[in-house]
């Protein structure tokens, strides 16, 4: 067990739909990080956030929006959703402390299913 | 543009048949260099970072080494509990992180 938590596990929707998904990192880690990963495609890196603020920004759609609360949980917004939008989506947690090296944990994953 | 390579796609191996797994990489102003292991349908597992030519990090089986072009996972004598995919992934100095395909590994009792 990583120490990350996503929410929920499994998500069947339509197209043109729009879902949120949520991600609690581990305890005292300040970045998170949202990856998308389908059947042909490796891990793809969508975004960033250290301590509520972007960081840096990857191969993420317009229809797709993040952010990172007070509290350090983040979400991952996806709306106007495709049938290609189905994968799995991965958040993952890191230290991001000066001086450290950035090595990051993944939760269990979001799978998403549109229809 | 930051690039990440992993060789080969897939490897079969018999049980205790040591063999090595290839990162190559292109990134501006590495911040690390890092090793997971996958399984189905599961969150990748941190296994190492290495950050600078010349080190070296163990763990159990596997060992990592790193050059300035290139990183290997060196797998001795595996087992079939080994049998995963191996992931590579660079963070440049653009804070984003780059995975490579990955290595499908099947160990054979």
């Known amino acids: 067990d990583s120490g990350v938590t996503q929410t929920p596990k499994h998500l069947i929707t339509a197209t043109g739909q729009r879902v949120t998904l949520r991600c609690s990192p581990r305890?005292?880690?300040?970045?998170v990080y949202w990856y998308q990963q389908s059947l042909d495609q490796g891990l793809q890196f969508l975004i960033q956030?250290?301590?509520?603020?972007?960081?840096a920004k990857g191969n993420i759609l317009e229809r797709f929006s993040a952010q990172q609360f007070p509290d350090l949980h983040s979400e991952l917004n996806l709306s106007s959703l495709e049938l290609g939008d189905s994968a799995l989506y991965f958040c993952?947690?890191?230290?991001?402390?000066?001086?450290?090296?950035?090595?990051?944990?993944f939760g269990p994953g979001t799978r998403l299913t549109v229809l | 543009e930051d690039q990440v390579t992993q060789s080969p796609e897939a490897l079969r191996l018999q049980e205790g048949e040591s063999s090595s797994l290839n990162c190559s990489y292109t990134?501006?102003?590495?911040?690390?260099l890092f090793w997971y292991r996958q399984d189905p349908g599961k969150g990748p597992e941190f296994l190492f970072t290495?950050?600078?030519a010349g080190e070296e990090k163990e763990k159990e089986r596997l060992k990592a080494t790193l050059t300035k072009k290139e990183s290997f996972l060196h797998i001795t004598a595996p087992k079939p509990e080994d049998s995963a995919t191996y992931l590579c992934?660079?963070?440049?100095?653009?804070?984003?992180?780059?995975f490579g395909a990955g290595t499908r590994l099947f160990v054979k009792a």
């Open positions: 305890s005292g880690d300040l970045s």
């Open positions: 990134v501006s102003g590495l911040r690390g």
């Open positions: 956030y250290y301590n509520g603020e972007e960081r």
């Open positions: 992934a660079v963070e440049g100095g653009g804070f984003k992180t780059i």
């Open positions: 290495l950050y600078s």
């Open positions: 993952a947690s890191s230290a991001s402390l000066a001086g450290t090296y950035n090595e990051q944990f």
